[in-house]
């Protein structure tokens, strides 16, 4: 059982340049979410969705966008980098839904974007 | 979602139960009280969660005042492995809605032999 997995585990952008960090999930969880972490700081919330085909911004969503391309995959897009999105990504999921309730969330490893 | 107070780092002698505390004085009647850690960086890990009664799990226990203004989260035999940086946080479940969670920078425990 894989949990939640992320790739890439790291990557290194010019200014300027796109990417596209995955997620995927195989507990068939409702919701998932993107946070980043920059150093010394707690997980801040990007973007998330709650179910399929609906996505919402957190606490930080400017400079990316999101896709919920179906029930496990969730994509974080980053369409024009900056040296002040450099940081760890973090992608989460969890069920949310049916009894008992169950909204403890699970966490993939990591992407370590430095952009320079 | 109720902010959450704990202090910055705390140390433990491996073996000894590890104490961590947290404040929630402005915690609401639905809102619980859930802990993650987060070893080196990886993903940060579920520990535990409450409402008003004291929870134990294989991980830790869980033991919130009556008030529910404050919680701790006991490690009853803390190994070098317990080294992490764990979260209080307080939020309310709602049914059918994502869980969001919100961080603070939570308590460095180092367990030192």
């Known amino acids: 059982n894989a949990g939640v997995t992320q790739t890439p585990k790291f990557q290194v952008l010019k200014t300027g340049q796109s990417m596209t960090l995955q997620c995927a999930q195989d507990?068939?969880?409702?919701?998932m979410y993107w946070y980043r972490q920059d150093p010394g700081m707690g997980l801040r919330l990007i973007y998330y969705?709650?179910?399929?085909?609906?996505?919402d911004k957190g606490e930080v969503p400017n400079g990316y966008n999101v896709s919920r391309l179906n029930k496990r995959e969730f994509s974080l897009r980053l369409e024009s980098a900056a040296p002040s999105q450099t940081s760890v990504y973090f992608c989460?999921?969890?069920?949310?839904?049916?009894?008992?309730?169950?909204?403890?969330?699970?966490f993939g490893q990591g992407t370590r974007l430095t952009v320079v | 979602d109720a902010k959450t107070t704990q202090p910055p780092s705390m140390d433990c002698a491996e073996g000894r139960a590890a104490n961590l505390p947290c404040n929630h004085s402005?915690?609401?009647?639905?809102?619980?009280v859930y802990w993650y850690r987060q070893i080196h960086s990886q993903g940060p890990q579920y520990i535990i969660h409450?409402?008003?009664n004291n929870e134990t799990n294989e991980m830790a226990s869980l033991i919130i005042t009556e008030d529910r203004k404050s919680s701790t989260l006991i490690l009853p035999h803390a190994t070098l492995r317990d080294t992490a940086v764990y979260y209080c946080?307080?939020?309310?479940?709602?049914?059918?809605?994502?869980?969001?969670?919100?961080f603070g920078t939570g308590t460095r425990l180092q367990v030192t032999l």
């Open positions: 402005t915690i609401s009647g639905n809102e619980y």
């Open positions: 946080i307080v939020r309310a479940i709602n049914t059918g809605t994502a869980s969001k969670l919100t």
């Open positions: 409450g409402l008003k």
């Open positions: 507990m068939n969880h409702n919701s």
């Open positions: 969705s709650a179910s399929e085909g609906t996505t």
């Open positions: 989460a999921s969890s069920r949310d839904r049916g009894l008992p309730m169950n909204t403890e969330a699970f």
